[in-house]
């Protein structure tokens, strides 16, 4: 596996279920980051952990909790979502140190809550 | 309130002619500025990016400008391709705090190229 990937691809959840997203770098970076891209909206970061520790925490509900095991691994866990979290959730991740800024993002997970 | 935009939703440009993309920011603590492409059901991809200590990066076809005085970044591709028909997102990396690598994302602008 190469760059960064994602599962699943699709999910659908009810609003009691727990569910979990996971994301994988492949690229020796140290800082992983969460997204979520509503139709017709920028990109909304929601996350940031830098060598596994939160950096940011852009003021997101506690029904989304993020994991950082390590600097390549980060998961997303869902539990009583609500309809509105329906969205493309995507993982990125960077090199935080020299001049290098640029993220890289995986395929995302289309997220339906019913 | 939305630091980065891109006022344009869509442009629609004919094979082998110029495209131009534009993004407008407010932020003046902005660094580091970025393009992106997004094609359906993938993430978006890195294309080309600029300092705020330069006026223009170019890469192949992929040309940014940035007028710093204006706050505005443009990304000119020519000539344009049918591939290259997606979203293009700009991005802006804030220098200040402790927001390691963070970037704020404009709305996007679809891209349409003509045969």
């Known amino acids: 596996e190469t760059g960064v990937t994602q599962t699943p691809r699709h999910l659908v959840m009810g609003m009691t279920n727990k569910k979990s997203l996971k994301c994988e770098q492949h690229?020796?970076?140290?800082?992983m980051y969460w997204y979520k891209q509503s139709a017709k909206k920028p990109l909304e970061l929601m996350f940031v952990y830098n060598f596994k520790e939160q950096t940011e925490n852009n003021s997101v509900p506690s029904r989304f909790s993020p994991e950082c095991p390590n600097s390549s691994h980060l998961f997303l866990h869902l539990h009583t979502l609500q309809p509105e979290d329906s969205a493309l959730y995507l993982c990125?991740?960077?090199?935080?140190?020299?001049?290098?800024?640029?993220?890289?993002f995986g395929p995302g997970t289309r997220l339906t809550v019913t | 309130d939305q630091q980065v935009k891109q006022n344009s939703p869509s442009l629609s440009v004919q094979e082998g002619r110029i495209s131009i993309l534009n993004c407008d920011y407010t932020n003046s603590m902005f660094d580091y500025f970025l393009w992106y492409k997004k094609y359906p059901a993938e993430g978006p991809t890195f294309l080309i990016s600029?300092?705020?200590?330069?006026d223009k990066n170019e890469d192949g076809r992929f040309t940014v400008f940035l007028n710093k005085s204006a706050k505005h970044l443009s990304l000119h591709i020519v000539p344009s391709q049918p591939g290259d028909s997606a979203v293009y997102f700009c991005a802006a990396r804030y220098a200040g705090g402790t927001s390691y690598g963070k970037l704020t994302f404009g709305q996007g602008t679809i891209l349409t190229v003509h045969p």
């Open positions: 600029i300092s705020s200590i330069k």
């Open positions: 990125a991740s960077s090199l935080t140190s020299g001049m290098v800024y640029e993220q890289y």
């Open positions: 690229l020796g970076h140290n800082a």
